[in-house]
């Protein structure tokens, strides 16, 4: 009897292991199909019932609209009258009080990943808010003052990268983090879920 339950508890829990993560992986990519099938879906059903079609929602119609609209815009966003386009509505969302934080933050954010990170010098370490505690901060600026070699350390909020405080720090208080910028970025934007591989102690 003993053999069977022991049997039955290792093969349940070998199971257990290999389904829970597919299951996580299923939910997490069913969450993102919905919400993303969910943006535009309702719109289109609703105007479907207007116009008299069926009343039923066709799963993915939401993404592949989307995807048409993305696509229609990088069109747009290649000619001149379209970017000219653009600016008018870059200039016109940037004097909206409450769009104009939101907005800007978006772009920076997108700024970030379309340059790899290039206003970033390298990804280091360096203790903040306290002793003790390593944050990941970016290089932006190196410069000497009265013989003493400083660096100028960005340190990022998760999961927003765009957001975040600039502090001066001594470059011997500065400890290389193993990590590649685009590395670092991804480590940020994920709230340190995604853990590059080398990533110096």
Request: charged content about 20%; glycine content about 10%; overall charge positive.
């Amino acid at each position: 009897m003993k053999t069977v339950v022991k049997h039955l508890k290792g093969t349940f829990l070998a199971g257990i292991f290999i389904v829970i993560p597919f299951g996580i992986t299923i939910f997490i990519l069913k969450f993102l199909f919905n919400f993303a099938d969910g943006i535009l879906g309702s719109y289109l059903d609703r105007l479907m019932e207007l116009y008299g079609r069926s009343s039923g929602h066709i799963p993915g119609i939401g993404m592949i609209t989307g995807a048409v609209v993305i696509y229609l815009t990088g069109l747009v966003a290649t000619n001149v009258l379209g970017n000219r386009l653009l600016k008018f509505g870059d200039d016109l969302m940037a004097r909206i009080p409450l769009v104009k934080s939101i907005y800007s933050s978006s772009k920076q954010l997108i700024k970030v990943f379309k340059e790899g990170g290039s206003s970033y010098r390298r990804a280091v370490f360096v203790e903040w808010p306290r002793p003790g505690v390593r944050a990941v901060g970016f290089v932006t600026a190196e410069l000497e003052r009265d013989g003493e070699q400083l660096v100028v350390v960005y340190i990022p909020t998760m999961p927003n990268p765009t957001s975040g405080f600039a502090l001066w720090f001594r470059e011997c208080d500065v400890y290389e983090s193993g990590m590649t910028v685009e590395d670092a970025i991804k480590f940020v934007v994920s709230g340190g879920v995604v853990i590059p591989a080398k990533v110096s102690q």
